[in-house]
């Protein structure tokens, strides 16, 4: 049933600047020495040349511009043996605001790297999210598998959804030799301000209230990003083509239990915070169920303590306020806006 194993020796990480792509090209430079990473971003106001700095030059280059951009593609891409598409505009909140730069960035953008990929018949690896099969009800035993339905609610999972389907078209159509990934929500180093978990150890830091949207029930499936890493790199390398696999870690939490748990194990009472104004749309729980990854690629998260994840969180975003302080307001004038 396993595929032959891809042996990669230069990849393109898209979004490698962000989040969750630049845990996992310090991830690759740690774990695959053999491996050089040419990392694509346009370095929005999510991406930070600092989160991949000071890796070994020889072993890392940034190239900074669009993946919506088809001659810089064709530039960059001959030489390389696989895409990891990570890059994308990825926070639900500003796709609700303004879901123009989403549809551009999240379907054209894929577009043109799945146009590239068949032209240079490189591999290609596409990175997505549980959101694309909506969500489920809060005492529902199921979970998702690559079976269910996609039934996205968002702007932003509407366009994760549609990147998807792009992807096993062009498999299908044209050959393409991809794989597809899509996991639940991560935490750890380097996670935009914007986003829950971040959000609101930056806020206590500073001396404010988090903030908690509706009735604080929606359950989220957290994953450590390191785990992210490890299982995308078994799926490019192991994967067969053609196929989805979902990532997760059994990691479901409501979202007042993980904004209680940050609150105590900072030294704040468990109830300092403030109730706000609920997303519109907002799903109520997300669940993985990855056994398929599991069974079938030998895969483990190492990160299952989530209690120690978020101390190691917590102590990474005291220890480098120099890295989130400098956008903190920006992004609480957004949410100001909102009423959130
Ligand atoms: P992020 O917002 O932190 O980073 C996105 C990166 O993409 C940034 O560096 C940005 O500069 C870059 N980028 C944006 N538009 C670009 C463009 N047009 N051309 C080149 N670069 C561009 O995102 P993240 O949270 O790290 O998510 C990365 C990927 O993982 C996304 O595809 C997202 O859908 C997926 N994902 C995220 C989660 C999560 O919990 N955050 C969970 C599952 C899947
Ligand atoms: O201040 C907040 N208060 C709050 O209660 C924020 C920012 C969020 N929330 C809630 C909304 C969600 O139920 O916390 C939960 C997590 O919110 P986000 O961090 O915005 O993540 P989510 O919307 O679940 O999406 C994330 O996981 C899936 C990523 O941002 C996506 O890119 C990924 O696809």
Redesign the pocket.
Known sequence: MNAATFTPKNIIV??????????FVHHVVREHPEVHVTV?????????PE?IAGLPEDRVELVV?????ADLLDRIVPGHDAIV???????NDNSIADPR?FL???VE?TFQLLEAARRHGVRYH??????VYGDLALDDPARFTEDTPYHPSSP?SST?AA?DQLVRAWHRTYGVAATI???????GP???V??FIPRQITNILMGRRPKLYGDGRNVRDW?H?ED?SSAVWEILTRGRLGETYL?GADGERSNIDVLRAILERMGRSSDDFDWVRDRPGHDRRYAIDATKLRRELGWEPAHTDFAAGLDATIAWYREHEEWWRPVKEATEAKYAEQGQ
Do not use: W
């Open positions: 898209t979004g490698g600047c962000g989040f969750i792509g630049s845990n694509l971003d346009k370095l929005t106001y999510a991406g930070n989160n511009g669009d993946i919506c951009d598409h990570y890059a994308a505009e990825s926070h730069p551009r960035t999240n953008g596409h990175v997505s999210t549980d959101e932003y994760k990147s990934s899509n996991c639940s929500n991560n935490y380097y996670q935009h914007e986003k994953i990003t992210h990532i």
